[in-house]
């Protein structure tokens, strides 16, 4: 079975000091918390308090983005050896905010993703289409296009750690949620381009979550459907005790 993975994505909010505030409310409320792993992005600025804060908890905590290379003349960059340095375990590749704004290639998500394997870093690449996209029934294109680059030259049997996150670009912070059966069509054809990449084995056993306006509300029934393998929270995952109500979708231990 597939262990599934709640995530929560700062983006650029939390300065250390509230990102420490944050946990000491959050750990007590998610301490005995074993069926999901919990996995924290912070700000860079952050992320080596949130590591030290995390240890011998059941909290992980990633970077939100790095470099594909080792080291080299890239101001404002981090390279895969650095996060491996500090200990941290996972990161966030490919968010659509990067693709927009920093302008990320589906070439560099590749080099990345082939960067975090071999550092033994788990990647968690995240895809998703745009509405026009969407309108012009294109989603199962832009989605196995996005899957398949980013898989391009990846070996199944070193892709072990490969968790994919589809994010409706469309729903990221607009309120707006997929609805659970489009969240499900989605999954699965992510699911089948994995499939067609690595092999059946390895798109069974690869975490596929859902991100887009996750909340309290909508979380059981989100993750009620069976190729939803947790959730990438953005603005719900700032507040502790929301963040732990969704960590908690439902009542079984």
Sequence with gaps: MRKPVIAGNWKMYKTPKESLSFLERFLPLIKDHTRDEIVLFPTMSSLGYVLDATQNTNVRAGAQTMH?????????????????????????LGHSERRIY????????????????????????????????????????VLRWQVACALNGIEPAGSEPLIIAYEPVWAIGTGSTATPAQVQDAHRM????????????????????????????????????????????????????????????????
């Design 68 to 92: 594909w290379l080792n080291e080299g003349p890239y101001t404002g960059q981090t390279s895969p050896t650095m996060l491996a340095s500090i200990h941290c375990t996972h990161v966030l």
């Design 102 to 141: 920093a302008h990320e290639t589906d070439d560099m998500v590749n080099w990345k993703l082939k960067a975090a394997l071999g550092h033994a870093l788990t990647p968690v690449v995240c895809v998703g289409e745009t509405l026009d996209k969407r309108q012009s029934g294109l989603t199962d294109a």
């Design 190 to 253: 992510i699911r089948d381009e994995v499939a067609a990449r690595l092999g059946p084995d390895r798109a069974n056993e690869t975490r596929i979550l859902y991100g887009g306006s996750v909340k309290p509300e909508n979380a059981s029934t989100l993750m009620a459907q069976p190729d939803i393998d947790g959730a990438l929270v953005g603005g719900a995952s700032l507040d502790a005790e929301t963040f732990a109500q969704i960590v908690k979708y439902t009542s079984q231990p």
